[in-house]
């Protein structure tokens, strides 16, 4: 795991350095934990990542292969057509930047903070008005036909869709609300593996509101520009963990008994069907 965690951030990463960028991921994480965030961001310690599903990815870029066959060709496809979807993959100068979530993605800088934003997208489509529409590739393995998102945890997926169409209007762009996911759902009802996996493809709507985001960047400056951690988020399993851990070192260190166990509300194992890094697996 060491290889995908480096522990402390280059200072210039760092909230005030000169390189320093708020991903779409980021701001997300400033709504789930404030505390956690603060640490990221301002003191340049991040939250270990999950480890990374290369299974997913390879659906993602096998994707972008499909798309970007009719993108060159300027056609419609089939899965557009299928839910009577009006667009067709964008051609775009810009296309392999606003895709590159790590380096570049598309970017814009917030005025009333003075915060680049930026956020690397699967997809864009094109109506014939020539109105955007925001499109993400999802890959899990869980039964039943995805037609939409109903679980808690997708919540993070219907935030990630809103800073797209966001960032995107920032750029001058005219762009739906209606954005899609393209969710590839591996099968597990087959007789035998075979050497394949076979997946059932959906387009699921989702109509987005990205109101929130002004607000929520000014929050998120006055929490970085705090010469204090905020509290952390009572569900933040993160934050108890480090609080446990120290109290537990403290105490050996002084020498004295390790704190007891809390008795706390047993921890809901999430199935495959409500994994919310939907993993393959």
């Given at each position: 795991m060491s290889d995908y965690y480096k522990v402390h951030r280059n200072p210039e990463w760092n909230y005030g350095g000169k390189h320093f960028r708020l991903s779409r991921s980021k701001i997300d994480l400033f709504l789930n934990c404030p505390r956690c965030f603060y640490i990221d961001n301002k003191l340049g310690t991040a939250r270990p990542p999950g480890y990374p599903f290369n299974l997913n990815n390879a659906v993602d870029e096998l994707l972008k292969k499909e798309f970007d066959v009719h993108r060159a060709n300027g056609t419609q496809h089939p899965l557009a057509a299928a839910y009577g979807v009006d667009a067709i993959p964008l051609k775009h100068a810009q296309l392999d930047a606003w895709r590159d979530a790590l380096k570049r993605g598309v970017e814009h800088v917030h005025t009333p903070t003075?915060?680049?934003?930026?956020?690397?997208?699967?997809?864009?489509?094109?109506?014939?008005?020539?109105?955007?529409?925001?499109?993400?590739?999802?890959?899990?393995?869980?039964?039943?036909?995805?037609?939409?998102?109903?679980?808690?945890?997708?919540?993070?997926?219907?935030?990630?869709?809103?800073?797209?169409?966001?960032?995107?209007?920032?750029?001058?762009?005219?762009?739906?609300?209606?954005?899609?996911?393209?969710?590839?759902?591996?099968?597990?009802?087959?007789?035998?593996?075979?050497?394949?996996?076979?997946?059932?493809?959906?387009?699921?709507?989702?109509?987005?509101?990205?109101?929130?985001?002004?607000?929520?960047?000014?929050?998120?400056?006055?929490?970085?520009?705090?010469?204090?951690?905020?509290?952390?988020?009572?569900?933040?399993?993160?934050?108890?963990?480090?609080?446990?851990?120290?109290?537990?070192?403290?105490?050996?260190?002084?020498?004295?008994?390790?704190?007891?166990?809390?008795k706390s509300k047993p921890i809901k194992k999430v199935s495959n069907a409500e994994n919310p890094n939907d993993s393959l697996f």
């Open positions: 003075g915060i680049t934003v930026r956020g690397g997208v699967d997809d864009v489509w094109v109506r014939p008005n020539g109105e955007l529409i925001v499109v993400d590739y999802k890959a899990t393995s869980k039964n039943g036909h995805i037609t939409e998102l109903d679980a808690d945890w997708h919540i993070g997926y219907k935030r990630q869709m809103e800073v797209y169409q966001w960032l995107f209007r920032q750029n001058g762009f005219q762009v739906s609300d209606m954005g899609y996911f393209v969710y590839a759902n591996a099968s597990k009802d087959k007789e035998a593996f075979d050497a394949k996996l076979e997946f059932e493809v959906t387009l699921v709507p989702y109509i987005g509101d990205a109101s929130w985001v002004d607000g929520t960047l000014l929050e998120l400056k006055a929490c970085l520009d705090s010469a204090s951690a905020p509290a952390a988020a009572d569900d933040c399993d993160y934050c108890r963990y480090r609080e446990a851990a120290g109290k537990a070192l403290l105490a050996l260190q002084l020498g004295k008994a390790v704190p007891a166990a809390v």
